[in-house]
């Protein structure tokens, strides 16, 4: 396997060329079949960009493929590697406003997109050939707010980065937690780009809710946490409750005290118990000098699977035939059991609540309630 990666503007491209059994039928065996993989790798959502590159390839090492890499930005990247690569398939798309603009490349050059990564609700509404194998804020924030609100939590201060997914898990959380009787006091947002958690954390401490709600998005937790405690918030009797791109596993073992007991929901934890899951953790591990994978990293490793899956039925063809044949694919991620949607083309998977604990000397996030087989309550309007 060679992967050559190359980055400008803190974007990597690369052109995975998948060589499988079934390239003979699609084309010559010397013609591979490629998919497009654009990922951020450098600044604050580095760390997405890295898991997940170490989950497709982790996947492809245990699956069989060989990666060639090539250089680019997100939209011309996509349309370089649909028009010159023949790309079968883009994929990765560490945030929203990312996918958003590739999508249109995706419905003018009927090209299966698999976001891997962003988790704004609407994404999978921007074109008819996306497939989403990460999950959705109004899936994670509908959950935490029932969960506070029979808990006996009834004021509440929302914090949320001001962008596409923070939008929806302000909206899905005030939403859901109002229905429960709930009241949201304050709705503080901090902008994508170096954010400033002071002046919001003092405006949480004048509020003085019961509960601080927190969305940020992966990469941004260890700061925010930081702060959190420095600012005494961890002693103030307010209660930390977030969704688990807060608690992040690339950032959660080093993030100390101030972690414990933080209450949030998710659909993965490194910590999840099941067999599939171990083994991914294992053979993660082992593969990257011990790096512990996150959510991203699952998202990722099954977007390759719903993709070589894919590939496996339409025998190596692109477009539209590998579009259908991703839909309505069933299987056991690391995660737990999980669908894609035929209908929405998301994913539809189990919601973990989960409290920051010790194990064996390590902060982990530590499933103790879970909702089953949650659709994106964003697509019911
Ligand atoms: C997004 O931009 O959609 C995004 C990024 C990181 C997250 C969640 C959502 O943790």
Redesign the pocket.
């Known amino acids: 396997m060679t992967h050559k990666r190359n980055t400008l503007r803190g974007l990597a491209a690369a052109s995975l060329a998948l060589a499988f059994g079934f390239a003979a039928q699609h084309a010559a065996a010397a013609d591979p079949i490629k998919i497009g993989l654009i990922l951020p790798m450098t600044g604050q959502?580095a760390s997405?960009g890295r898991q997940i590159d170490a989950a497709v390839k982790l996947y492809l090492a245990q699956n069989g493929a060989s990666v060639a890499g090539r250089p680019d930005t997100t939209r011309r990247l996509a349309q370089e590697l649909v028009v010159n690569d023949k790309v079968v398939a883009l994929a990765g798309f560490?945030?929203?406003?990312l996918?958003l603009a590739t999508a249109p490349i995706a419905t003018q050059s009927k090209t299966p997109m698999v976001v891997m990564?962003?988790?704004?609700s609407a994404?999978t509404e921007a074109s008819p050939f996306i497939v989403r194998t990460?999950f959705t804020?109004p899936q994670a924030a509908v959950s935490i707010a029932e969960w506070a609100a029979k808990n006996k939590i009834k004021k509440v201060v929302t914090l949320v980065t001001d962008?596409?997914?923070g939008i929806d898990a302000e909206k899905y959380f005030s939403e859901r937690f109002a229905l429960n009787s709930g009241v949201v006091v304050e709705k503080l947002r901090t902008p994508l780009r170096s954010p400033d958690f002071a002046p919001v954390l003092q405006k949480v401490r004048d509020a003085n809710p019961e509960a601080l709600f927190v969305f940020?998005?992966?990469?941004q937790g260890a700061a925010f946490m930081k702060q959190f405690a420095e600012r005494g918030l961890d002693k103030s009797g307010i209660r930390l409750i977030a969704t688990g791109?807060v608690t992040?596993d690339d950032q959660l073992a080093d993030m100390g005290e101030v972690a414990m007991g933080v209450v949030t929901s998710h659909h993965y934890s490194a910590n999840h118990k099941s067999a599939v899951n171990q083994k991914f953790v294992d053979a993660f591990k082992k593969a990257n000098n011990g790096m512990r994978p996150n959510?991203?990293a699952v998202g990722g490793y099954d977007g390759m699977r719903v993709i070589v899956d894919g590939l496996k039925t339409t025998k190596g063809a692109g477009g539209e035939a590998l579009l259908n044949a991703m839909k309505g694919q069933v299987f056991e991620s690391p995660r737990g059991p999980v669908l894609i949607d035929a209908q929405t083309r998301d994913i539809v998977q189990d919601i973990y609540i989960r409290r920051v604990e010790k194990v064996d000397g390590q902060l982990y996030n530590v499933e103790f309630d879970v909702q089953k087989a949650v659709k994106d309550p964003g697509k019911a309007k």
């Open positions: 959502s997405t560490g945030l929203t406003p996918a990564a962003a988790a704004t994404i990460s804020l962008y596409g997914p940020l998005p992966s990469g791109d992040d959510f991203m």
